[in-house]
Nanobody, 130 residues
Framework: QVQLVESGGGLVQPGGSLRLSCAAS????????IGWFRQAPGKEREEVSC?????????????VYADSVKGRFTISRDNAKNTVSLQMNNLKPEDAAVYYC??????????????????WGQGTQVTVSS
């Protein structure tokens, strides 16, 4: 069974940075398109970013970002470590949420919206507060 595990959440002041990591057990993460999603209390889950699989080559990766995080967040892969990371800079209080990684459908990249494909991690909490 595919399992995803997030790490790297924590408390950070506004303007600060965090790096989240999504790791996989028992399968090669590079073969899957992966996305990051978040859910704040009382709000619906929303997409953050997603990245294509490495099956077509590591130089042909495509990424999608929500407008709210463009220019501040960067998604990347480290196939040697079997991880997908989300570098979050210039964090704002409205970025506070539980962040989840998940597999996403390939259609996410021509529709330009991250569509979860059903496998989720347990989430990691990000708190942005002074």
């Amino acid at each position: 069974q595919v399992q995803l595990v997030e790490s790297g959440g924590g408390l950070v002041q506004p303007g600060g940075s965090l790096r989240l990591s999504c790791a996989a057990s028992d399968f090669t993460l590079a073969n899957y398109a992966i996305g990051w999603f978040r859910q704040a209390p009382g709000k619906e889950r929303e997409e953050v970013s997603c990245i294509t699989s490495s099956l077509l080559g590591v130089n042909d990766l495509d990424t999608v970002y929500a407008d709210s995080v463009k220019g501040r967040f960067t998604i990347s892969r480290d196939n040697a470590k079997n991880t997908v990371s989300l570098q979050m800079n210039n964090l704002k209080p409205e970025d506070a949420a539980v962040y989840y990684c998940a597999t996403v459908h390939g259609s996410s990249f021509w529709k330009r919206v991250c569509l979860p494909a059903g496998t989720w991690g347990q989430g990691t909490q990000v708190t942005v507060s002074s």
